[in-house]
C-alpha cells in the first residue's frame, strides 16, 4: 500500500493529468477488444481511487477490491463506488472461478509475493477468463517515485511473460508501453537519481499545454496496444493473460 498523503493526489489528479489520462485511453482500447460474454461479471483488484472502474462498469458488473481504507474512501467519494477490502495473495474474500475478466493495473509491482498473487488471480477466474495487467518497466528507471509509491520492483518483459507462464496464464499479449515519452522519463529519472534533493513529485499536475502534449503523444500508442503490437521499450508493461480452460 502507498502513503495516504499519494492516494490523495491521486484522486486530485486521475481526471486531469497527462499520464492517467492516457492510460485510460489505452485501457479502454485494450478493453474493447476483449471477447467478454454477455453480463460479464469483472474484477479490479488494487482499485485505488477509482480511477478505472468507469471504463470496467461499462462491460459488464464490476467489483472493487482495494487494501487501503484511504482509498476506499476517496473510492466511495469520488465515483459512488463501494470498493472492499482485500490484500493479494492471500487476503481474497472472493468465490473462485466467478470473473470473466480481472484487471490489475499498476498493483502487483506493490506486492512481495508476485507470483503467488498471479495464482491467486488465475484461481478467481473462469476458464478462459482473461487478465489484464500493467506494472512498471526496468528496473534502472528505480526512483524516489517507486519508493514514495512502495514499490517493490519493476520488471522486463520476458521475466514477467515467464512468471505468468509459471503462475498457470496463457499470455496472450505483451508489450512495453509508454514508449515516445521513454526518453524524456529516463532522462529525468536518472537526473533526479544523480541529484538527490529533488523531491519534486514525478505526478505534479503539469501546466496545461504541456499536460496536453504529453497525454496526447502516450495516448497515440492505444492505436499499437489494441491491435496487439508490440512495442520495443517504455516506462511500462502491459499484458493481457487467460486462465486455460482445462486448467485444473
Known amino acids: 500500500m502507498m502513503e ?18 492516457a492510460r485510460a485511453t489505452i485501457l479502454e482500447q485494450l478493453l474493447a477488444s476483449q471477447p467478454l460474454p454477455a453480463h ?23 467489483v472493487a477490491m482495494e487494501p487501503d481504507s484511504t482509498a476506499r ?3 466511495q467519494q469520488h465515483h459512488g463506488i463501494e470498493a472492499i477490502p482485500g490484500t493479494l495473495p492471500n487476503g481474497v474474500d472472493l468465490a473462485p472461478a466467478s470473473f470473466d475478466l480481472i484487471a490489475a493495473i499498476d498493483v502487483i509491482e506493490h506486492v512481495k509475493e508476485d507470483r503467488a498473487s498471479l495464482e491467486t488471480l488465475l484461481g478467481l477466474l473462469k476458464p478462459g477468463g482473461r487478465l489484464i495487467l500493467t506494472v512498471p518497466a ?28 509459471e503462475a498457470g496464464f496463457e499470455v ?4 512495453y508501453y509508454n514508449c515516445l515519452l521513454f526518453p ?8 533526479k537519481n544523480l541529484l ?11 501546466q496545461p499545454w504541456l499536460n496536453n502534449i504529453l497525454y496526447r503523444a502516450f495516448a497515440s500508442e492505444c492505436r499499437w496496444v489494441a491491435k496487439n503490437r508490440r512495442l520495443p521499450f517504455g516506462v511500462s508493461l502491459i ?4 486462465r486455460p480452460e482445462q486448467h485444473s
Open 4 to 21: 495516504h498523503a499519494v492516494y490523495q493526489r491521486m484522486a486530485q489528479l486521475e481526471a486531469k493529468h497527462w499520464w492517467f489520462r
Open 40 to 62: 460479464a461479471r469483472l474484477l479490479e483488484v488494487g482499485s485505488g481511487t477509482g480511477a478505472n472502474l468507469k471504463l470496467l462498469a461499462a462491460l459488464g458488473d464490476v
Open 73 to 75: 474512501a476517496l473510492c
Open 138 to 165: 526496468f528496473p534502472f528507471l528505480w526512483s524516489g517515485h517507486d519508493e514514495e509509491h512502495h514499490h517493490q520492483r519493476r520488471y522486463r518483459r520476458r521475466p514477467l511473460i515467464n512468471m505468468l507462464t
Open 172 to 175: 496472450r499479449y505483451s508489450s
Open 184 to 191: 524524456l522519463v529516463a532522462m529525468i529519472r536518472i537526473a
Open 196 to 206: 538527490p534533493g529533488d523531491n519534486h513529485p514525478d505526478d505534479t499536475m503539469p
Open 239 to 242: 499484458a493481457v493473460a487467460t
